[in-house]
């Protein structure tokens, strides 16, 4: 069986600055990826890369068996790629549900559907209680949240989700990982972009670590937080000589 | 929940139709003269306003430059009318038509631009527009067009002796601009307007077609408005660049839908109704030699109540939501 997603020796400059370097990276279908990393590492460029923010200075994206490389955003989410954002964005002036109805409408033109569809989504990420509140009145783990649910509501078959459990109180985070748990177990696949470490490992059946831009490390998560690469790019060559 | 939802809609369709009814009724009481041009110039307003809250409201992006359609609905279906024969009423579609097309156009490069500098396009090009038809020979350059008069006829849709007609019909193009943006909100065009004015970038992530959101509703909103624009033609019967394509008209649009509430249903009628009747006022106590003193008193009462209620008149009736109880 084929990957979901696949990249293919991709390229990202802006400049003279190279944020990707030849990354190639499979995620297949049902898992739970997690990419880590430095800070400065590329993660968010490879992700915005996948979610089709911008299109790779070269290299090629395959999903689901076809190239996606230069399709916009807006069509990747037809085809099955769902994403939230680090920097939570909103529809501020609109209600909860509103918000989810707008994923919703990717999928369908019938607004009674659409509806149903966005009440089924805040059932399952826990925002029931919340559809008729404005979108500027959430905290901001709810915030979070929602991002997740609209983007659910696009029925996607890959969620990307960069960096939803951080800067989350312990409970707030663990709430987020049983969400994510939910997710994969709905048989959507997840590519989880996190940088700590102790809360995306227990959770990904694969971890892919970035450094410098490029691919250091992939594998189980329990051998890749044991691997002196992974430990140096982290904490420097002192710590890595004792590991 | 939902039935809430639905509720609500029904709710206020019911009142616009109570409101619309109650209006169609009012000639009966008011015979003057200056009171029913007001309250017909109150009722276009209000419909032109609608109109403009559907792009720069709903969609987000902010027009100064509606006047351009304003205008081009009065020359296209004077032009019509007085070099061809074509009777107003087609004259009035082919307006709404040229004007979408129009918009359309213009939206393809400019919707490209954010914030300030679309704002800035939108005026740039109808300040364009204004200066063409005022270097227009054949479509009568800054000598306008008068319209002939052949008597009343609904058929030519010009009247002398009553202005019930020209009533009746600028009540209608509310109705019809307010249905309209009844209709659109609640369907996937509406969705996409507000999520696109919220977060583009959000929106383009959840499937949503940014580029092509903004041209639906720009060829929306300018249709809607150059139908606007060939009724104030045959109303008054008389047309130049100025009085159908300055500036003031752009803003006359803006205005009741940002005091009342941009981006709402309610807003724009609600901000014609004070705006409009307002403006005539002023200027009937404190127009005419002096010039300005009117301007001034209506100037200052805008500055009060966008201070008061920066989120427009409409804010007063919404209830604070519950923010339940996650803190």
């Given amino acids: 069986?084929?990957?979901?997603?696949?990249?293919?020796?991709?390229?990202?400059?802006?400049?003279?600055?190279?944020?990707?370097?030849?990354?190639?990276?499979?995620?297949?279908?049902?898992?739970?990826?997690?990419?880590?990393?430095?800070?400065?590492?590329?993660?968010?460029?490879?992700?915005?890369?996948?979610?089709?923010?911008?299109?790779?200075?070269?290299?090629?994206?395959?999903?689901?068996?076809?190239?996606?490389?230069?399709?916009?955003?807006?069509?990747?989410?037809?085809?099955?790629?769902?994403?939230?954002?680090?920097?939570?964005?909103?529809?501020?002036?609109?209600?909860?549900?509103?918000?989810?109805?707008?994923?919703?409408?990717?999928?369908?033109?019938?607004?009674?559907?659409?509806?149903?569809?966005?009440?089924?989504?805040?059932?399952?990420?826990?925002?029931?209680?919340?559809?008729?509140?404005?979108?500027?009145?959430?905290?901001?783990?709810?915030?979070?949240?929602?991002?997740?649910?609209?983007?659910?509501?696009?029925?996607?078959?890959?969620?990307?989700?960069?960096?939803?459990?951080?800067?989350?109180?312990p409970t707030e985070a663990q709430t987020g990982v049983a969400l994510v748990r939910k997710v994969r177990d709905a048989g959507i696949t997840v590519l989880m972009v996190e940088h700590v470490m102790e809360i995306v490992m227990p959770l990904v059946d694969r971890a892919i670590v970035l450094d410098l831009g490029k691919v250091l490390v992939e594998g189980k998560p329990a051998d890749v937080v044991r691997d002196p690469k992974v430990i140096k790019a982290y904490l420097g060559d002192r710590h890595a000589v004792g590991a | 929940m939902d039935k809430d939802f639905a509720v609500r809609r029904r709710r206020d369709l019911i009142i616009a139709a109570a409101l619309a009814a109650i209006a169609a009724l009012t000639p009966l009481f008011v015979k003057d003269v200056v009171v029913q041009n007001i309250l017909i110039l109150t009722l276009m307003y209000a419909g032109l306003s609608q109109s403009w809250n559907i792009l720069s409201g709903y969609c987000g992006q902010i027009s100064l430059g509606h006047a351009l359609y304003f205008g081009l609905g009065a020359y296209t279906t004077e032009l019509l009318f007085t070099k061809f024969g074509v009777l107003p009423w087609f004259g009035m579609l082919a307006g709404g038509v040229v004007s979408a097309l129009i918009a359309m156009g213009l939206g393809y490069p400019f919707f490209r631009l954010r914030g300030h500098y679309f704002v800035i396009a939108t005026i740039v090009i109808a300040e364009i527009g204004l200066l063409l038809f005022h270097n227009w020979e054949w479509a009568g350059a800054a000598m306008g067009i008068t319209i002939p008069i052949r008597g009343d006829s609904w058929l030519k849709f010009q009247f002398l002796r009553t202005k019930l007609p020209y009533f009746y019909f600028a009540l209608a193009l509310c109705c019809l601009a307010w249905f309209v943006t009844w209709w659109l909100e609640n369907s996937k065009w509406g969705f996409w307007w507000r999520a696109v004015k919220d977060n583009p970038e959000a929106a383009e992530s959840l499937g949503v077609d940014v580029f092509n959101s903004k041209m639906g509703a720009a060829a929306v909103s300018a249709f809607l408005v150059a139908v606007g624009g060939s009724f104030y033609a045959q109303f008054v019967s008389y047309i130049d660049p100025e009085s159908v394509m300055g500036f003031q008209f752009s803003l006359l649009m803006a205005l009741p839908a940002v005091l009342g509430g941009i981006g709402t249903l309610w807003g724009p009628v609600l901000g014609a109704a004070i705006l409009i009747p307002l403006t005539e006022l002023t200027r009937f106590k404190f127009g005419g030699s002096g010039r300005g003193v009117d301007l001034i008193v209506y100037g200052t009462l805008i500055v009060l109540i966008s201070l008061a209620l920066p989120r427009g008149l409409l804010s007063l009736f919404s209830r604070p939501k519950k923010t339940g109880a996650a803190r």
């Fill in chain 1, 1 to 169: 069986m084929s990957a979901l997603l696949e990249t293919r020796g991709v390229w990202q400059r802006f400049g003279g600055l190279v944020a990707n370097s030849d990354v190639s990276i499979s995620v297949g279908r049902g898992e739970i990826v997690g990419l880590i990393g430095p800070n400065g590492a590329g993660k968010s460029t490879l992700f915005n890369l996948i979610a089709g923010v911008l299109p790779p200075t070269q290299g090629s994206i395959l999903f689901d068996g076809e190239a996606v490389t230069k399709l916009p955003a807006a069509e990747r989410c037809r085809r099955g790629i769902g994403r939230t954002f680090q920097v939570v964005k909103s529809f501020e002036t609109m209600t909860v549900i509103d918000n989810v109805i707008v994923g919703a409408l990717v999928r369908t033109t019938v607004m009674r559907e659409a509806r149903r569809k966005a009440h089924e989504v805040l059932e399952f990420t826990g925002l029931a209680a919340r559809a008729h509140v404005l979108a500027s009145d959430l905290v901001p783990a709810e915030k979070r949240r929602l991002e997740v649910a609209r983007a659910l509501a696009t029925e996607p078959k890959l969620l990307l989700l960069d960096e939803v459990l951080t800067g989350l109180t």
